[in-house]
Nanobody
Framework: QVQLVESGGGLVQAGGSLRLSCSASGRTFRSYSMGWFRQTPGREREFVARLRWSGGSTYYADYADSVKGRFTISRDNSKNTVFLQMNSLNPEDTAVYYC????????????????WGQGTQVTVSS
C-alpha cells in the first residue's frame, strides 16, 4: 500500500506561481512512475504531467499541451517526494490537483494508476 499526500495548493493571481508537493510512502519510491492530474467539477480527471521510470535513475518527463512550457515536474527520491512547479498560472488552471503513482505499467495513465492522493485545490484568480 502506497500513501500519497499532496500539499502546496492555494489561491494565486493570474501570472503567479505555485509549487505542489507529493510525499509518498514506500521503500522503493525511486521505481515509481509518478504523475499529476487535475479535475474540475463536472469534468473528467485529466493528465497534467508525469515522470516515467525507465530503470536505474532514468526518468522521462512529459506534459499536457496546455501546461507545456509553464509547468515542471521533478522528484527528490531521497525525500520520497515529487513536485509540480507551476508558473504563469491562468484561471483555466483552477482545479483540484491529484498526485498519482503507477508502479506496474509505468505509463501513468488514468487506467493504470494504482494510488491517488487526496487532492489539493489550486485556484487562480483573474
Amino acid at each position: 500500500q502506497v500513501q500519497l499526500v499532496e500539499s502546496g495548493g492555494g489561491l494565486v493571481q493570474a501570472g503567479g506561481s505555485l509549487r505542489l508537493s507529493c510525499s509518498a510512502s514506500g521503500r522503493t519510491f525511486r521505481s515509481y512512475s509518478m504523475g499529476w492530474f487535475r479535475q474540475t467539477p463536472g469534468r473528467e480527471r485529466e493528465f497534467v504531467a508525469r515522470l516515467r521510470w525507465s530503470g536505474g535513475s532514468t526518468y522521462y518527463a512529459d506534459y499536457a499541451d496546455s501546461v507545456k512550457g509553464r509547468f515542471t515536474i521533478s522528484r527528490d527520491n531521497s525525500k520520497n517526494t515529487v513536485f509540480l512547479q507551476m508558473n504563469s498560472l491562468n484561471p483555466e488552471d483552477t482545479a483540484v490537483y491529484y498526485c498519482a503513482a503507477d508502479r506496474i505499467s509505468g505509463r501513468v495513465t488514468l487506467e493504470g494508476i494504482e494510488y491517488w492522493g487526496q487532492g489539493t485545490q489550486v485556484t487562480v484568480s483573474s
